[in-house]
């Protein structure tokens, strides 16, 4: 993992594409806004986990279903 250190309305860069500012530092919270293309999904990471787990779900789902229908 790449630490940095960064002060409010500084941003680093993500290629070419995509920038992440530090908006704000309120006491144990950070703002950051991100420009990136809109081609590019961002999500918070707990969000993402979640999106992981409906798509892994749904895909065994899926596959049981298939399965079933096969036997018929």
């Keep these: ?3 940095l250190s960064r002060k409010k309305d ?3 860069m993500i290629g070419d594409q995509i920038e992440i500012k530090i908006l704000a530092v ?3 919270q950070i703002k950051l806004g991100i420009v990136a293309p809109k081609k590019v999904k961002v999500h918070r ?3 993402f986990e979640a ?3 409906q798509n892994k779900e749904a895909l065994a789902s899926s596959s049981t279903f298939l399965n079933q229908l096969k036997k018929k």
Aim: glycine residues 6%.
């Design 51 to 53: 999106i992981q787990a």
């Design 1 to 3: 993992m790449l630490v």
């Design 26 to 28: 309120e006491g144990d």
């Design 10 to 12: 500084e941003s680093i």
């Design 45 to 47: 990471s707990e969000v």
